[in-house]
């Protein structure tokens, strides 16, 4: 059963821009948290960027701050995420997951997280 779905992956050359978008039932997109992870082949799965419900508070990955921004639309219960100066280590398939607050922040882990889409493929040549 698909819970979020993601679109918006694709290929792209190093140094372009690709935004994804995630959308989901209301009652799963009123979680506390909202979130972007990233698995490449080999690789654990790694939090990218979270949002609160208010999306007034953000957390990012130190390898993506100052490129990607997570933001979200309620009325359209989907969250954001733009990519710019993509580089080829960006290469992964991008998941969406929902969570709740851990000690007042939303948590990287992916054990935190309750609800997850399908993910969608990104692709940075050089």
């Known amino acids: 059963q698909v819970q979020l779905a993601e679109s918006g992956g694709g290929s792209v050359q190093a140094g372009g821009s690709l935004r994804l978008s995630c959308v989901g039932s209301?009652?799963?997109?009123?979680?506390?948290?909202m979130g972007w992870f990233r698995q490449a082949p080999g690789k654990e799965r790694e939090g990218v960027a979270f949002?609160?419900?208010?999306?007034?508070?953000?957390r990012y990955a130190d390898s993506v701050k100052g490129r990607f921004t997570i933001s979200r639309d309620n009325a359209k219960t989907t969250v954001y995420l733009q990519m710019n100066n993509l580089k080829p280590e960006d290469t992964a398939m991008f998941y969406c997951?929902?969570?709740?607050?851990?000690?007042?922040?939303?948590?990287?882990?992916?054990?935190?997280?309750?609800?997850w889409g399908q993910g969608t493929q990104v692709t940075v040549s050089s």
């Open positions: 997951a929902a969570g709740d607050l851990e000690g007042g922040i939303c948590p990287f882990s992916a054990l935190g997280y309750n609800y």
């Open positions: 949002i609160n419900t208010g999306g007034g508070v953000t």
């Open positions: 209301r009652y799963i997109y009123s979680s506390e948290c």
